[in-house]
Protein backbone atom coordinates (compact mmCIF):
# COMPACT_ATOMS: atom_id res chain seq x y z
CA UNK A 1 0.00 0.00 0.00
CA UNK A 2 2.77 2.41 0.70
CA UNK A 3 4.63 1.00 -2.30
CA UNK A 4 1.07 2.24 -4.18
CA UNK A 5 1.34 5.56 -2.18
CA UNK A 6 4.47 6.18 -3.59
CA UNK A 7 4.05 5.59 -7.16
CA UNK A 8 0.89 7.54 -7.42
CA UNK A 9 2.81 11.10 -5.84
CA UNK A 10 5.94 9.88 -8.38
CA UNK A 11 3.19 10.32 -10.78
CA UNK A 12 1.86 13.49 -10.06
CA UNK A 13 5.01 15.17 -9.16
CA UNK A 14 6.32 14.25 -12.76
CA UNK A 15 3.25 15.31 -15.07
CA UNK A 16 3.65 18.92 -13.31
CA UNK A 17 7.25 19.78 -14.67
CA UNK A 18 6.07 20.77 -18.44
CA UNK A 19 9.01 22.24 -20.62
CA UNK A 20 6.83 25.43 -21.89
CA UNK A 21 7.64 27.54 -25.23
CA UNK A 22 6.66 30.37 -26.37
CA UNK A 23 7.16 32.30 -29.77
CA UNK A 24 7.75 35.94 -31.15
CA UNK A 25 8.49 37.09 -34.77
CA UNK A 26 9.20 39.80 -37.24
CA UNK A 27 9.23 40.50 -40.64
CA UNK A 28 12.33 41.18 -43.12
CA UNK A 29 11.39 43.79 -46.32
CA UNK A 30 13.89 44.02 -48.95
CA UNK A 31 12.46 46.63 -51.67
CA UNK A 32 15.03 46.72 -54.60
CA UNK A 33 14.52 49.53 -56.76
CA UNK A 34 14.82 48.78 -60.68
CA UNK A 35 18.83 49.72 -61.04
CA UNK A 36 20.15 51.07 -64.61
CA UNK A 37 23.25 53.52 -64.45
CA UNK A 38 25.64 54.12 -67.05
CA UNK A 39 28.89 56.39 -66.80
CA UNK A 40 32.33 57.13 -69.00
CA UNK A 41 35.73 56.80 -67.54
CA UNK A 42 38.62 58.10 -68.46
CA UNK A 43 37.43 62.13 -69.62
CA UNK A 44 36.95 64.46 -72.79
CA UNK A 45 37.98 62.86 -76.15
CA UNK A 46 40.19 65.37 -78.38
CA UNK A 47 40.81 64.48 -81.93
CA UNK A 48 43.12 66.44 -84.24
CA UNK A 49 43.19 66.18 -87.94
CA UNK A 50 46.40 67.85 -89.46
CA UNK A 51 47.27 66.20 -91.99
CA UNK A 52 46.26 64.48 -95.27
CA UNK A 53 46.20 64.73 -99.16
CA UNK A 54 43.42 65.59 -101.88
CA UNK A 55 43.10 61.68 -102.81
CA UNK A 56 40.77 61.06 -99.61
CA UNK A 57 39.26 62.28 -96.25
CA UNK A 58 41.88 62.59 -93.55
CA UNK A 59 41.34 60.81 -90.17
CA UNK A 60 41.89 60.36 -86.64
CA UNK A 61 41.18 58.34 -84.19
CA UNK A 62 41.21 57.61 -80.36
CA UNK A 63 40.56 53.81 -78.86
CA UNK A 64 42.26 53.97 -75.33
CA UNK A 65 40.85 57.47 -73.25
CA UNK A 66 36.89 56.68 -72.73
CA UNK A 67 35.69 53.59 -71.15
CA UNK A 68 32.01 52.93 -71.24
CA UNK A 69 30.56 51.05 -67.74
CA UNK A 70 27.07 49.95 -67.16
CA UNK A 71 25.23 48.26 -64.33
CA UNK A 72 22.09 46.99 -64.48
CA UNK A 73 19.23 44.66 -62.44
CA UNK A 74 16.58 44.30 -65.36
CA UNK A 75 16.63 42.35 -68.28
CA UNK A 76 16.87 43.09 -71.90
CA UNK A 77 18.51 46.92 -72.23
CA UNK A 78 20.71 48.28 -74.44
CA UNK A 79 22.94 51.68 -74.56
CA UNK A 80 22.51 53.70 -77.31
CA UNK A 81 24.47 57.10 -78.20
CA UNK A 82 23.83 60.28 -79.73
CA UNK A 83 25.14 63.35 -80.18
CA UNK A 84 23.88 67.32 -79.44
CA UNK A 85 25.59 68.73 -82.65
CA UNK A 86 23.26 68.83 -85.47
CA UNK A 87 25.66 70.59 -88.02
CA UNK A 88 28.51 67.92 -88.55
CA UNK A 89 31.06 68.96 -90.74
CA UNK A 90 33.70 65.86 -89.68
CA UNK A 91 31.98 63.07 -89.60
CA UNK A 92 32.49 61.21 -85.87
CA UNK A 93 31.84 57.90 -85.27
CA UNK A 94 31.92 55.71 -82.02
CA UNK A 95 32.22 51.91 -81.84
CA UNK A 96 32.01 49.72 -78.38
CA UNK A 97 35.13 47.64 -78.20
CA UNK A 98 36.29 44.99 -75.90
CA UNK A 99 32.71 44.39 -74.32
CA UNK A 100 31.95 42.48 -71.97
CA UNK A 101 27.88 42.08 -70.27
CA UNK A 102 26.37 42.69 -73.62
CA UNK A 103 26.80 42.73 -77.81
CA UNK A 104 28.44 45.45 -79.71
CA UNK A 105 26.70 46.80 -82.82
CA UNK A 106 29.64 47.90 -84.56
CA UNK A 107 30.74 51.64 -85.34
CA UNK A 108 28.03 54.47 -85.09
CA UNK A 109 28.51 57.62 -87.19
CA UNK A 110 27.13 60.06 -84.76
CA UNK A 111 23.61 62.21 -85.19
CA UNK A 112 21.23 63.25 -82.84
CA UNK A 113 18.97 61.06 -83.20
CA UNK A 114 20.29 57.70 -80.77
CA UNK A 115 21.91 54.73 -82.34
CA UNK A 116 22.35 51.57 -80.50
CA UNK A 117 25.72 50.60 -79.16
CA UNK A 118 25.74 47.90 -77.19
CA UNK A 119 22.66 45.35 -77.02
CA UNK A 120 21.95 42.27 -74.74
CA UNK A 121 22.36 43.56 -71.92
CA UNK A 122 20.55 41.49 -69.14
CA UNK A 123 20.76 41.39 -65.10
CA UNK A 124 24.61 42.21 -65.30
CA UNK A 125 27.30 44.71 -64.81
CA UNK A 126 29.41 45.34 -68.13
CA UNK A 127 32.27 47.59 -69.65
CA UNK A 128 33.87 48.42 -73.20
CA UNK A 129 36.41 50.48 -74.46
CA UNK A 130 34.72 53.65 -76.58
CA UNK A 131 36.96 54.02 -80.13
CA UNK A 132 36.18 56.86 -81.48
CA UNK A 133 37.30 57.94 -85.16
CA UNK A 134 36.75 61.25 -86.97
CA UNK A 135 37.32 62.31 -90.64
CA UNK A 136 37.35 65.67 -92.86
CA UNK A 137 37.77 65.87 -96.51
CA UNK A 138 39.53 68.64 -98.05
CA UNK A 139 36.19 70.71 -99.20
CA UNK A 140 35.37 70.54 -95.69
CA UNK A 141 37.67 73.01 -94.73
CA UNK A 142 39.27 73.44 -91.14
CA UNK A 143 37.57 74.50 -88.32
CA UNK A 144 36.15 72.31 -84.93
CA UNK A 145 33.25 70.41 -84.07
CA UNK A 146 32.72 70.18 -80.11
CA UNK A 147 30.44 67.21 -79.43
CA UNK A 148 28.46 65.99 -76.37
CA UNK A 149 27.84 62.45 -76.70
CA UNK A 150 25.42 61.01 -74.46
CA UNK A 151 25.12 57.41 -73.64
CA UNK A 152 21.34 56.23 -72.62
CA UNK A 153 20.66 52.82 -71.19
CA UNK A 154 17.33 51.95 -72.35
CA UNK A 155 14.87 49.03 -73.20
CA UNK A 156 15.83 46.96 -75.88
CA UNK B 1 -9.43 7.07 3.01
CA UNK B 2 -6.74 9.52 4.79
CA UNK B 3 -3.91 8.39 2.40
CA UNK B 4 -5.99 8.62 -0.90
CA UNK B 5 -7.35 12.09 0.32
CA UNK B 6 -3.85 13.16 0.78
CA UNK B 7 -3.20 11.35 -2.81
CA UNK B 8 -5.62 13.41 -4.62
CA UNK B 9 -4.95 16.84 -3.31
CA UNK B 10 -1.31 16.42 -3.55
CA UNK B 11 -2.16 15.27 -7.12
CA UNK B 12 -4.35 18.67 -7.73
CA UNK B 13 -1.83 20.84 -6.47
CA UNK B 14 1.42 19.22 -9.07
CA UNK B 15 -0.90 19.41 -11.99
CA UNK B 16 -2.23 22.94 -11.71
CA UNK B 17 -0.75 24.92 -14.66
CA UNK B 18 3.02 26.02 -14.87
CA UNK B 19 3.73 29.36 -15.73
CA UNK B 20 5.33 29.32 -18.93
CA UNK B 21 8.11 32.04 -19.59
CA UNK B 22 7.27 34.78 -22.05
CA UNK B 23 8.70 36.22 -25.00
CA UNK B 24 8.39 39.41 -26.59
CA UNK B 25 10.01 40.39 -29.82
CA UNK B 26 10.13 44.04 -31.47
CA UNK B 27 11.15 46.08 -34.29
CA UNK B 28 11.49 44.47 -38.15
CA UNK B 29 13.81 45.39 -40.65
CA UNK B 30 13.23 47.29 -43.82
CA UNK B 31 16.00 47.60 -46.80
CA UNK B 32 15.74 49.60 -49.30
CA UNK B 33 18.03 48.48 -52.54
CA UNK B 34 19.18 51.21 -54.60
CA UNK B 35 21.80 52.32 -57.24
CA UNK B 36 23.74 53.76 -53.86
CA UNK B 37 24.58 49.91 -53.23
CA UNK B 38 26.62 49.57 -55.95
CA UNK B 39 30.25 48.57 -55.16
CA UNK B 40 31.52 51.47 -57.07
CA UNK B 41 28.87 53.16 -59.39
CA UNK B 42 28.40 51.72 -62.98
CA UNK B 43 29.99 48.98 -63.89
CA UNK B 44 30.50 46.97 -60.99
CA UNK B 45 27.63 44.88 -58.88
CA UNK B 46 25.81 44.93 -55.68
CA UNK B 47 27.11 44.85 -52.19
CA UNK B 48 26.71 41.34 -51.18
CA UNK B 49 26.17 41.95 -48.06
CA UNK B 50 24.19 44.38 -46.05
CA UNK B 51 23.81 45.17 -42.09
CA UNK B 52 20.88 46.78 -40.32
CA UNK B 53 21.40 48.45 -37.16
CA UNK B 54 22.57 47.07 -34.06
CA UNK B 55 19.42 46.96 -32.62
CA UNK B 56 16.69 47.11 -34.94
CA UNK B 57 15.31 44.08 -33.31
CA UNK B 58 14.89 43.23 -29.58
CA UNK B 59 14.05 40.63 -27.59
CA UNK B 60 12.86 40.20 -23.99
CA UNK B 61 12.63 36.79 -21.82
CA UNK B 62 10.44 37.19 -18.61
CA UNK B 63 7.87 35.44 -16.11
CA UNK B 64 10.81 32.96 -15.96
CA UNK B 65 11.17 30.94 -12.59
CA UNK B 66 14.06 32.57 -11.50
CA UNK B 67 17.91 33.35 -12.25
CA UNK B 68 18.45 29.60 -12.18
CA UNK B 69 15.39 28.86 -14.75
CA UNK B 70 17.43 28.30 -18.12
CA UNK B 71 15.98 28.73 -21.33
CA UNK B 72 17.39 28.74 -25.20
CA UNK B 73 16.06 31.16 -28.41
CA UNK B 74 15.68 29.27 -31.51
CA UNK B 75 15.40 31.37 -34.94
CA UNK B 76 13.71 30.37 -38.59
CA UNK B 77 12.90 32.10 -41.50
CA UNK B 78 9.63 31.86 -42.95
CA UNK B 79 9.61 32.76 -46.35
CA UNK B 80 6.63 34.76 -48.10
CA UNK B 81 7.88 35.91 -51.30
CA UNK B 82 11.78 35.61 -51.24
CA UNK B 83 14.44 35.43 -53.71
CA UNK B 84 16.23 32.27 -52.95
CA UNK B 85 19.38 33.30 -53.19
CA UNK B 86 18.98 35.86 -50.64
CA UNK B 87 20.19 35.28 -47.23
CA UNK B 88 19.88 36.05 -43.79
CA UNK B 89 22.09 36.08 -40.93
CA UNK B 90 21.56 37.40 -36.82
CA UNK B 91 23.75 38.48 -34.18
CA UNK B 92 23.17 39.26 -30.48
CA UNK B 93 24.86 42.76 -30.18
CA UNK B 94 24.42 43.44 -26.52
CA UNK B 95 23.39 41.50 -23.08
CA UNK B 96 19.84 43.45 -22.39
CA UNK B 97 19.04 44.24 -19.19
CA UNK B 98 18.13 41.94 -16.17
CA UNK B 99 19.30 39.93 -13.15
CA UNK B 100 19.60 36.15 -15.35
CA UNK B 101 22.39 35.23 -18.06
CA UNK B 102 22.90 35.38 -21.20
CA UNK B 103 25.55 33.74 -23.43
CA UNK B 104 26.08 32.91 -27.13
CA UNK B 105 24.44 34.25 -30.44
CA UNK B 106 26.99 37.57 -30.53
CA UNK B 107 28.62 36.31 -33.83
CA UNK B 108 26.73 35.60 -37.14
CA UNK B 109 23.86 32.92 -37.74
CA UNK B 110 22.28 31.82 -40.63
CA UNK B 111 18.84 31.93 -40.18
CA UNK B 112 17.30 28.78 -42.58
CA UNK B 113 13.61 27.84 -42.40
CA UNK B 114 13.96 25.01 -39.57
CA UNK B 115 14.71 25.95 -36.04
CA UNK B 116 18.54 26.43 -35.03
CA UNK B 117 19.69 27.12 -31.65
CA UNK B 118 20.23 31.45 -31.58
CA UNK B 119 21.26 32.11 -27.91
CA UNK B 120 20.53 30.82 -24.40
CA UNK B 121 20.44 32.03 -21.21
CA UNK B 122 18.88 31.74 -17.52
CA UNK B 123 16.12 34.47 -15.80
CA UNK B 124 14.77 37.18 -16.71
CA UNK B 125 16.57 39.18 -19.74
CA UNK B 126 15.11 42.27 -21.26
CA UNK B 127 15.63 44.63 -24.24
CA UNK B 128 18.17 42.34 -25.97
CA UNK B 129 19.58 43.43 -28.81
CA UNK B 130 19.53 41.91 -32.57
CA UNK B 131 20.95 43.04 -35.81
CA UNK B 132 20.79 41.41 -38.97
CA UNK B 133 22.66 40.98 -42.24
CA UNK B 134 21.67 40.48 -45.94
CA UNK B 135 23.40 38.53 -48.06
CA UNK B 136 23.54 37.16 -51.38
CA UNK B 137 22.28 40.26 -52.90
CA UNK B 138 23.51 40.44 -56.97
CA UNK B 139 22.24 42.00 -60.12
CA UNK B 140 20.23 39.19 -60.68
CA UNK B 141 17.99 40.19 -58.03
CA UNK B 142 14.90 41.85 -60.23
CA UNK B 143 13.06 44.93 -58.78
CA UNK B 144 10.81 43.55 -56.29
CA UNK B 145 9.56 43.70 -52.68
CA UNK B 146 10.87 40.46 -51.03
CA UNK B 147 9.70 39.69 -47.87
CA UNK B 148 10.08 37.12 -44.93
CA UNK B 149 9.54 36.40 -41.58
CA UNK B 150 12.08 35.67 -38.66
CA UNK B 151 10.67 33.21 -36.26
CA UNK B 152 11.69 32.92 -32.59
CA UNK B 153 11.05 30.30 -29.80
CA UNK B 154 11.87 30.44 -26.20
CA UNK B 155 12.28 27.15 -24.92
CA UNK B 156 12.43 26.44 -21.38
CA UNK B 157 14.89 24.19 -20.59
CA UNK B 158 16.03 22.10 -17.82
Redesign the interface.
Known sequence: MRNLFGVLLASFVVTGSAFAADTGSHTVTVTVSAINEVAISGGNVALAIDSGDTSGPAAASDATTADLLWSTNESNKKITVATNLAAIDFPLTVEATNVTGGTSGGPVTLSTTAQDLVTGISLTAGTADLSYAASATAAAGTGSNVHTVTYTITAE | MR?TLF?VA??AL???P?L????????????????AD?VA??????RTSLDGGPGD?R?DVDLTGGDDDRWRLEIRR?DASWDPD?R?WVRRTGDGTGTGAIAGGDTWVEVGPTNSVFFEGSGDRQDVPLQ?R?GGLS????????????????????
Not at chain 2, 20 to 35: E, F, N, Q
Not at chain 2, 41 to 46: D, H, N, V
Open positions: RALGTSAVAMDLAVTGSWTLPITALGAGSALVVSLILLLGATPAAYLTALQYTLVDTP
